[in-house]
Antibody, heavy 123, light 112 residues
Framework: QVQLVESGGGVVQPGRSLRLSCAASGFTFSTYGMHWVRQAPGEGLEWVAAIWYDGSNKHHADSVKGRFTISRDNSKNTLYLQMNSLRAEDTALYYC????????????????WGQGTLVTVSS | DIVMTQTPLSLSVTPGQPASISCKSSQSLMHTDGKTYLSWHLQKPGQPPKLLIYEVSNRFSGVPDRFSGSGSGTDFTLKISRVEAEDVGLYYCMQRIQLPWTFGQGTKVEIK
């Protein structure tokens, strides 16, 4: 079955970097777009970034643009989020979630989510 | 960015009674392809969100038929025909017609 397992979270000082990973299994990873969504403690959901199935297109929220970079390695079935110049306001649970598949489809995005990995930015 | 506004922000419901959540978007969510890209997600306590409804009214696989979605343009509604104890959690609407994809603030549903 579809599984998404995030890792790489932790406590980091402001201004430092962290790289999150999301290991995918149970589906053909290389044919799906993928997303990161975050949730600050006690807050709602915020879309962070998206990447096309082949990595050819990437989009980032304005709140992270220029600091975070989404990427993927289809040979490893893994999604990444490189987070630089971290700020206190980046503290959140980061989820990876599956997007839409390649080609005409009725499969909706965000049909599967990982359990999330917690990032805490604090001095 | 498209702003998604949900009402109410909290709801206390007696088991077996209906519940309704409204979601309004600041722009039409109808795409030129004829589809309307509004979805509903439920986040139960301590869990990641899960997809309930996509494209306004399509129930995702395994979602009970007591959940239904309706609406068009900028006004949408999620209805639970008979609330059960397992339905507690935070309900979010989300638009994906335009980047950045945006969520409503969430509606907390609890049982009386």
């Amino acid at each position: 079955q579809v599984q998404l397992v995030e890792s790489g979270g932790g406590v980091v000082q402001p201004g430092r970097s962290l790289r999150l990973s999301c290991a995918a299994s149970g589906f053909t990873f290389s044919t799906y777009g993928m997303h990161w969504v975050r949730q600050a403690p006690g807050e709602g959901l915020e879309w962070v970034a998206a990447i096309w199935y082949d990595g050819s297109n990437k989009h980032h929220a304005d709140s992270v643009k220029g600091r975070f970079t989404i990427s993927r390695d289809n040979s490893k079935n893994t999604l990444y989020l490189q987070m630089n110049s971290l700020r206190a306001e980046d503290t959140a649970l980061y989820y990876c979630t599956r997007g839409t598949p390649l080609g005409p489809t009725t499969t909706p995005p965000f049909d599967y989510w990982g359990q999330g990995t917690l990032v805490t930015v604090s001095s | 960015d498209i702003v998604m506004t949900q009402t109410p922000l909290s709801l206390s419901v007696t088991p077996g009674q209906p519940a309704s959540i409204s979601c309004k978007s600041s722009q039409s969510l109808m795409h030129t392809d004829g589809k309307t890209y509004l979805s509903w997600h439920l986040q139960k306590p301590g869990q990641p969100p899960k997809l309930l409804i996509y494209e306004v009214s399509n129930r995702f696989s395994g979602v009970p038929d007591r959940f239904s979605g309706s609406g068009s343009g900028t006004d949408f509604t999620l209805k639970i025909s008979r609330v059960e104890a397992e339905d507690v959690g935070l309900y979010y609407c989300m638009q994906r017609i335009q980047l950045p994809w945006t969520f409503g603030q969430g509606t907390k549903v609890e049982i009386k």
